[in-house]
Nanobody
Framework: VQLQASGGGLVQAGDSLRLSCAAS????????MGWFRQAPGKEREFVGA????????NYADSVKGRFTISRDNAKNTVYLQMNSLKPEDTAVYYC?????????????????WGQGTLVTVSS
């Protein structure tokens, strides 16, 4: 599976942004998908995840109520809608796929990673 994240950019605090992650391969619909982020000098952290069917999601406390993850299995794409962005959301955002099919929050459980897309939120 190859993953291509896109949609990052420079926005102001309070703005919205939608990230997309396009996947190659015919088995996309069986994978759990996650979004992680990494700010300069910090470890990669969990943002949100969705199970293979799209019926189950999981979010970090820091983004609950502001971010929404969704997927379109027909398009082999997962999305991260980010609303009410804050400067502390500034990071490189990565999408990842896990063969487990579940919305895991653990980096080690993901088998494939995209290249990352930079989100910068100015105050």
């Amino acid at each position: 599976v190859q993953l291509q994240a896109s949609g990052g950019g420079l926005v102001q605090a309070g703005d919205s942004l939608r990230l997309s992650c396009a996947a190659s391969g015919r088995t996309f619909s069986s994978y759990g998908m996650g979004w992680f982020r990494q700010a300069p000098g910090k470890e990669r952290e969990f943002v949100g995840a969705i199970n293979w069917s799209g019926r189950s999601t999981n979010y970090a406390d820091s983004v609950k109520g502001r971010f929404t993850i969704s997927r379109d299995n027909a398009k082999n794409t997962v999305y991260l809608q980010m609303n009410s962005l804050k400067p502390e959301d500034t990071a490189v955002y990565y999408c990842a796929a896990t063969r487990r099919g579940v919305p895991s929050q653990f980096v080690a459980q993901y088998d494939y990673w995209g290249q990352g897309t930079l989100v910068t939120v100015s105050s």
